[in-house]
């Protein structure tokens, strides 16, 4: 299966920084790259997502960039605001079977 | 408004008892999923289904059932041969088949604990 690995596990930053979390995968034929927002007691909630078609997508604060050269997708939020806190996880291919680990973001006021 | 609802929210089992938990959705979506999650952990899959009255095994299907008789329902039973099972359960779905690229939906998970 997909071997999928998301960096960091962890990230701390003040309000109004920015902050990145990278995912890296292994199967080439992985066309759908998602990004998904867990709250605490919560299932996840997508946030962004984006085809292999495309480079960069946007929407407001948040942004995607992939890299399908190199297999790895980002996630950029900009202007960090404390509800930003949350657990974000990755999950690329069509099939999203696969989870990256998570990454526990908190935004400090 | 449409959604995914697992019930119930907090679930305790005992020794030897098999227990059942509820996923149903109204969005029309084909396919349904069932993830375990551990404290710090991502999400492992346990069972999809893409149609009704089918549905296959994911990569920690053992001591887990499911049926799929309706396409709004998918539930899981958690057998007395799983040993582990205190974890957060997430059912999901979404539209289209395996490979569709498409979002999967979450519900708000079962958090299962032994007695």
């Known amino acids: 299966g997909e071997n999928v690995e998301q960096h960091p596990s962890t990230l701390s930053v003040q309000e109004g920084d920015s902050a990145v979390i990278k995912c890296t995968y292994s199967?080439?034929?992985?066309?759908?790259f998602p990004w998904y927002k867990q709250e605490l007691g919560k299932g996840p909630q997508l946030i962004i997502d984006?085809?292999?078609?495309?480079g960069e997508k946007k929407d407001q604060r948040i942004a995607v960039t992939l890299n399908k050269t190199a297999k790895h997708f980002s996630l950029h939020i900009t202007e960090t605001q404390p509800e930003d806190s949350a657990v974000y996880f990755c999950?690329?291919?069509?099939?999203?079977?696969?989870f990256g680990t998570g990454t526990s973001l908190t935004v400090i006021p | 408004d449409g959604g995914i609802t697992q019930s119930p929210k907090y679930l305790f089992r005992k020794e030897g008892q098999n227990v059942t938990l509820s996923c149903e959705q109204n969005?029309?979506?084909?396919?349904m999923y069932w993830y375990r999650q551990d404290p710090g952990q991502g999400l492992r899959l346990i069972y999809y289904?893409?149609?009704?009255?089918?549905?296959q095994k994911g990569d920690i299907a053992e001591g887990y059932s499911v049926s799929r008789e309706k396409k709004e329902s998918f539930p899981l039973t958690v057998t007395s041969a799983q040993k582990n099972p205190t974890a957060f359960y997430l059912c999901?779905?979404?539209?289209?088949?395996?490979?569709?690229?498409?979002?999967?939906?979450f519900g708000d998970g079962t958090r299962l604990s032994i007695l």
């Open positions: 999901a779905s979404s539209m289209g088949a395996r490979g569709s690229n498409q979002p999967q939906h």
């Open positions: 199967d080439s034929a992985s066309n759908y």
């Open positions: 984006i085809r292999s078609n495309v």
């Open positions: 999950a690329p291919g069509g099939n999203q079977f696969y």
């Open positions: 969005l029309n979506h084909d396919a």
């Open positions: 289904s893409q149609i009704v009255n089918d549905f």
